[in-house]
């Protein structure tokens, strides 16, 4: 993998624009190119079906901010100390202004289903009045709004290759430009020419742990978004010659489960802020102690503390211990399909009563909290005084350590059961550096000719995330992608 100073003998086909991932990043290059006279082609690692990226299974959702003004106050103010130059967020401020313009130009719907302060995440925020959530048609939640930018590629002439990774740019050796891409398909090689330019639009990098760990500082960590998301656009732009910003920025992290047989993370109904199933129920790092409330609606993965913003601690490994009436209280897993790839695409049966999960291994059990201890691997007399600890608190109506307010009821005598939680996240926010023409830039700022990226890989988001921002910046950077690759001078 890498450049290349050499263009192949034969082009396998070829564009004015190659988009390199099918999500909402992708369809707003796409679709932009496409009303504006061009033809597009959209390379897809996932198979059909499974397309969409995080867009997909997201909570349908796209910011249209109200006010450019107030949204650049607001953006500037999520950075915080991760400063981002002003050109960048006049522009994103600008661009989200238009979102549902756009889309209602090419056949959208937009309909807002939370108006402010109903779903603003730091109010106290200048700026934070300009959050206006909007999603498509009638119907908000599962994939709906995703199914509309679907459509909107389905309903041109836009090709879409399914199972097709890009796997490394082709630049020219002499002037730096990016001439096409190399893709795989079918196990073969493939050449895609771009004779205007190519948009990276493949998505962050939440389900490649050696970048988990090299960037996000976390042993392990896994998704509850695309399990298709890699970094592979990271890789390709780095190879020839871009620079990176952001890439300790990601949305989470959570508690969830992860098992072998499931590529992304199970939300444990226990855990989620707004549900209170009965029974007694705490997490506990590795020492055998609480480490946090488990009830605590984080701000996409951030907690408040001495004044700041930091990511919600996950001691690994994790384990939600609970008691016989949790577990004969209903399913520990919600499985209506709202987001989440697990809930969306991969729809697995969880037994009503737990019991095949017990089977499978993913709960533990054991009589004594002695017992299951021992069987989680943490001290007996740390897990004990933890749930004694609790017990009070829970007599006298008051965590004591922190503060939890949510589900304080007593452990009952047992059987006791637990499960390891991994930490999760929706996305990273990381990637190659882009400026506000959409140019992915090189460690000196300069642009490498006719290489463009959009949406969450290398994302203008550095430090707190406004939700639906995402998807938002994506119809956003992937319209301003488009128009200027388009602008470009042909290849012959």
Same mark, same amino acid.
């Not at 700026?127 to 599962?142: A, E, L, N, Q, R």
């Not at 790839?341 to 499978?360: C, F, G, Y």
């Given at each position: ?205 939440? $389900? %490649? ?6 960037? #996000?500082?976390? +042993?392990? @960590?896994? *998704?509850?978004? /695309? ?20 890439? $300790? %920025? ?6 969830? #489960?992860?098992? +072998?047989? @499931?590529? *992304?993370?199970? /939300? ?225």
């Amino acid at each position: 993998m890498g450049s290349s100073t050499n263009t192949p003998a034969k082009w396998d086909m070829e564009a004015d624009i190659v988009v390199v991932g099918f999500g909402a990043a992708g369809v707003a290059a796409a679709v932009t190119a496409h009303e504006l006279g061009a033809n597009a082609v959209i390379l897809e690692k996932a198979p059909e079906g499974e397309e969409g990226g995080n867009t997909r299974v997201a909570g349908q959702g796209y910011l249209n901010a109200s006010s450019a003004d107030s949204a650049v106050a607001y953006l500037t103010a999520l950075c915080g100390p991760y400063t981002v130059p002003k050109t960048m967020i006049r522009v994103w401020a600008d661009e989200m202004c238009k979102n549902n313009d756009w889309l209602t130009s090419v056949g959208g719907d937009p309909q807002e289903h939370q108006h402010p302060p109903v779903g603003i995440e730091f109010p106290d925020l200048p700026g934070s009045d300009c959050v206006h959530k909007f999603h498509d048609g009638p119907t908000y939640g599962y994939s709906y709004t995703w199914k509309r930018f679907e459509s909107l590629v389905k309903e041109r002439a836009i090709p879409v290759c399914y199972e097709t990774p890009g796997r490394s740019l082709i630049q020219d050796g002499a002037t730096g430009e990016i001439l096409g891409v190399r893709a795989e398909q079918d196990g073969t090689q493939i050449w895609v020419k771009a004779r205007k330019g190519v948009v990276l639009t493949c998505g962050g990098f939440e $389900n %490649n742990q050696q970048m988990i760990r090299d960037y #996000l500082g976390l +042993p392990y @960590c896994y *998704t509850s978004g /695309s399990p298709h998301n890699e970094g592979d656009g990271i890789s390709m732009a780095m190879a020839v010659g871009a620079d990176l910003w952001h890439m $300790n %920025n990601f949305a989470g992290p959570s508690m969830a #489960l992860k098992v +072998p047989e @499931c590529p *992304t993370t199970f /939300s444990m109904q226990a855990l989620h802020y707004s549900k209170e199933p009965e029974g007694g129920m705490v997490v506990v790092g590795p020492d055998g102690r609480r480490f946090t409330d488990e009830k605590y609606k984080t701000r996409h993965g951030k907690i408040a503390g001495h004044g700041t913003w930091k990511a919600m601690p996950t001691p690994c490994p994790m384990h939600m211990v609970f008691d016989q009436t949790m577990m004969s209280g209903g399913p520990l897993y919600d499985s209506e399909p709202s987001h989440g790839w697990t809930q969306i695409v991969e729809r697995p049966d969880w037994s009503d009563d737990n019991s095949a999960e017990l089977a499978k291994g993913w709960i533990k059990k054991s009589d004594t909290l002695a017992g299951l201890a021992a069987t989680i691997g943490v001290d007996p007399d740390a897990l004990a005084t933890t749930v004694e600890r609790w017990n009070r608190d829970c007599e006298a109506g008051a965590d004591t350590e922190f503060s939890r307010t949510l589900m304080m009821a007593k452990f009952d005598q047992g059987p006791y059961y637990a499960i390891e939680m991994s930490p999760s996240m929706l996305n990273t926010q990381g990637g190659p550096r882009r400026n506000e023409k959409a140019q992915i830039v090189r460690p000196d700022g300069s642009p490498i000719p006719r290489l463009y990226s959009a949406g969450e890989l290398g994302s203008i988001y550095s430090y707190l995330y406004q939700g639906t921002g995402n998807i938002g910046e994506c119809l956003a950077f992937g319209r301003i992608a488009a128009r200027n690759v388009l602008a470009e001078i042909s290849l012959n």
